[in-house]
């Protein structure tokens, strides 16, 4: 048996085709339904995604598990993944591109065996500056700077803070595709 556990961070079930919106917004969740069980109540434990993810992840509420930062580290074996893995014989993987859950230090990507993240810059072995904002703010150039002149490749993740900068704010700068 495959365990597929899907999670459409900040989109409201009222906004799926799945459950009612007059668009056909999600044909791919609605084709999925016929063979899976869709839960049709949820309610987050926590008010934005890392507590939410941790709590979806351990099944304590975010008051147990205290992940609510980045200073916050969840300690191994509480997750729902490491019992697959480890006592069922699961492969697990986690497809995301929220870095909270497949870059960040705050124990959530050590419970797969498989991490993809974001791929929104253009060299991976680079500094990814919108980790470096996750932990140390925005507006924090100097320290950008500092880090990715200490990297193992600096031009790169100099490269990746230009590139990042430009999404950001200044998007009609870079190339349409």
Known sequence: MNILLLIM??????NTSL??????TTPFLESLADEATVYETGISPGS??????TSIFTGYHVAEHGVTGAK?????????????????GYSTGIFSENTWVTEM???LKETFQTVEGARNIPYVEGLDPS?????????NYAG?????LSHDHPAKSL???????????????????
């Open 9 to 14: 961070d900040s989109v409201r079930a009222s």
């Open 19 to 24: 459950h009612g919106h007059e668009h056909r």
């Open 48 to 53: 934005w995604s890392l507590p939410s993810h």
């Open 72 to 88: 916050n580290k969840l300690e191994p074996g509480h997750t729902i993944f490491e019992r697959l893995a480890d006592e069922e």
């Open 105 to 107: 230090d705050v124990g």
């Open 131 to 139: 980790n470096f904002v996750l932990t140390e703010g925005q507006g």
């Open 144 to 148: 950008y700077l500092k880090r990715c």
């Open 159 to 177: 490269a990746n803070g230009v590139v990042t900068k430009l999404a950001w704010d200044y998007p009609q700068y870079l190339p349409t595709r």
